[in-house]
């Protein structure tokens, strides 16, 4: 969400410099590379592969057009080669507190918890659980995991273009059970940043959920580059969630220690993305 997307922003969480509705054109089919596999984890790598810290707001419109807003101080690092996120909630105040922590494991287990200062306890969030929505947005704690090439079975779909940029069109077929059946990641020939991602049902000819970033609004530091702004629409509800990064440091210095259970029960400050 990542932005950000696994992760937050990740995220994974992306647009065309315009809009979600930009319009996608063939490309020579020689344009298309050897392997999707090598395509998909450079654009993996770039994604995933860097520390951040940083500051966000969730923007979550119902069909009506009404909106809420959520303020979210995050944090990610890879330690022992294993992503360990944290987002803390600092607005609404009513919601002020609430932190979810992710601990990637081995194989298909991950670690998430979810502390709730209403109740003052820790919750566990289940696999089962993981295409939730989170937070009543288009966002699920799924999105907030790493993802890795070896979790797809992958194949080529087109070159095609986002507006006037070209891109590799990867379909990824989840070889665990997930809510939808497959994904077409849309990745930019130029540097591997993810542009787009289309979520789709079994047999459905149309997607029903989009994760999409403008180019305009990427950023680059550390040899990465990452979405300002993501947007998650679900196209079966007419509900949308926008995720704006206003602050971000590209691997920072950050205490594994924070990544603890004091940390989670609000024991001790996240670093800021100044630092």
Wanted: glycine share 6%; with cysteine.
């Amino acid at each position: 969400m990542a932005c950000a997307t696994g992760r937050w922003l990740a995220l994974t969480l992306l647009l065309s410099p315009g809009s979600a509705e930009a319009e996608s054109k063939d490309l020579e089919l020689d344009a298309v590379p050897a392997s999707a596999r090598q395509i998909l984890q450079a654009a993996f790598d770039n994604l995933y592969e860097v520390n951040t810290i940083s500051r966000l707001d969730l923007v979550i419109r119902d069909r009506s057009g009404q909106e809420r807003l959520r303020t979210f101080h995050t944090v990610n690092k890879i330690i022992d080669d294993r992503l360990h996120s944290i987002g803390r909630l600092i607005a609404p105040e009513y919601l002020r507190g609430m932190t979810v922590m992710v601990i990637e494991g081995g194989g298909q287990r991950h670690d998430a918890f979810v502390y709730l200062p209403s109740l003052g306890r820790v919750r566990r969030v289940t696999t089962a659980q993981r295409g939730d929505a989170f937070l009543g947005s288009d966002l699920t704690y799924e999105d907030f995991e790493r993802q890795y090439v070896e979790d797809y079975e992958l194949g080529f779909v087109a070159a095609k273009t986002i507006g006037d940029e070209p891109c590799h069109v990867i379909r990824g077929h989840p070889r665990r059970r997930f809510n939808y059946e497959h994904v077409d990641f849309f990745v930019a020939r130029s540097d591997a940043a993810i542009l787009e991602s289309r979520y789709y049902k079994r047999g459905a000819e149309t997607p029903y959920r989009m994760i999409a970033s403008p180019r305009a609004s990427m950023t680059n530091g550390g040899g990465h580059v990452l979405p300002r702004r993501i947007e998650v629409r679900n196209l079966m509800r007419g509900t949308t969630t926008e995720v704006v990064i206003h602050e971000i440091a590209i691997n920072p210095e950050i205490d594994d220690r924070i990544f603890s259970a004091v940390t989670l029960e609000q024991k001790s400050d996240l670093p800021l993305p100044t630092k």
